[in-house]
């Protein structure tokens, strides 16, 4: 009986064992368990603060977006104690979605852009222009296209990005010189106007730089003309969303001030400034710099700014792409720049 009894013992006591050990497993799964959402909870926790703190700014990788390249790529905001989000994009209306849409605080466009936003959409202000420039929008024809003239246009192949400056300043180029172009032009992003104008897809491309340059430099394009000489310096324009701004007013004071520091680094360092520009839009350099020589690459907030606005945007009213056509002073928050400069 002893042997027997020694047995059961034995069995009840691995048992138990098992028991307890299922138990202590359990408890030190559940424990890990609540280790892990503990720490899940911390870091989202942290995540949303540094969301929070964190500045979206969206721009372009082209050569009008020079300042905001520059400011970005040198470390500009991150000494004003800005911690930026940059989201780049290749033209303006892709910028306004992402600034609209996509949870953008700050961002560039063109004129036609901005005075079409901030008079459709009292969300948004403008902050004043980082960059512009008269003959920045350029009419590049094929060299064996026939065109010699503004009126040779008529009846031809032409692309051009819809709803950008370039478009807007085209629209005024064709009424100044007596052109219907409504059969004309075709939609295409710049980046794929070179190889359409190569290829003989289409007569003509009309684009801001550097596209005009990089056709220039391929062969087999020359310029017809710029869209100069209409009373519009085409400025580029910093928009910002407003109730992000009223509750972070510091943080775009510094924006500013950032900004203001690329483009003195820009005036006193061309050559460098150019290069990070190639870089960042995989451009060769030596077209970087022909394109910029196109631009006024500084921040700006003046009569001169405000007047070619007004003249936009009363064209714009007339072509029916806005309703009214008020005095742009009212689109713009001085509030900012008051504070940083």
């Known amino acids: 009986m002893g042997e027997v009894y020694d047995q059961e013992f034995l069995e009840k006591a691995r048992a138990t064992r098992a028991r307890n050990q299922y138990i202590i497993f359990g408890a030190l799964v559940a424990a890990s368990i609540l280790l892990l959402v503990g720490i899940g909870a911390v870091a989202y926790a942290q995540e949303q603060e540094a969301r929070k703190n964190t500045l ?3 721009y372009q990788d082209r050569v009008g977006d020079c300042v905001s390249i520059v400011a970005y790529q040198k470390g500009f905001f991150a000494a004003e104690g800005l911690n930026i989000e940059s989201r780049v994009y290749s033209s303006g209306p892709a910028c306004t979605e992402a600034l609209t849409m996509g949870g953008g605080n700050i961002g560039t466009m063109g004129d036609t852009t901005g005075i079409i936003l901030t008079t459709t959409n009292d969300a948004y202000s403008l902050l004043c222009s980082h960059g512009g420039g008269e003959d920045r929008h350029r009419i590049i ?75 220039e430099a391929l062969g087999g394009a020359r310029e017809l003309s710029t869209l100069g000489g209409l009373d519009n310096s085409f400025p580029l ?33 061309p050559d460098e400034a150019a290069q990070l ?36 945007a009363g064209f714009l009213k007339d072509q029916d792409k806005i309703d009214q056509a008020e005095d742009m002073n009212g689109n713009i928050d001085r509030t900012y720049w008051n504070k940083a400069f």
């Open 237 to 269: 324009l910093l928009t910002v969303n407003k109730a992000w701004g009223e509750d972070h007013q510091d943080e775009v004071v510094a924006f500013l001030r950032a900004m203001k520091k690329a483009a003195d680094f820009i005036r006193d360092n």
């Open 56 to 58: 979206v700014f969206v």
């Open 141 to 215: 024809v094929g060299e064996d296209s026939g065109i010699y003239s503004p009126a040779d246009l008529e009846g031809k192949r032409i692309a051009v990005k819809f709803g950008t400056s370039t478009h807007g300043g085209l629209l005024l180029f064709a009424s100044e010189n007596g052109l219907d172009l409504t059969d004309e032009l075709k939609d295409m992003k710049p980046s794929d106007q070179l190889t359409a104008l190569d290829s003989g897809v289409v007569d003509a491309i009309v684009a801001s730089e550097p596209t005009p340059s990089q056709a």
């Open 277 to 312: 520009v190639a870089d960042v839009s995989s451009t060769d350099v030596e077209v970087i710099k022909t394109a910029m020589a196109n631009h006024y690459l500084e921040l700006r907030l003046d009569d001169e700014l405000v007047s070619s606005l007004n003249n936009m």
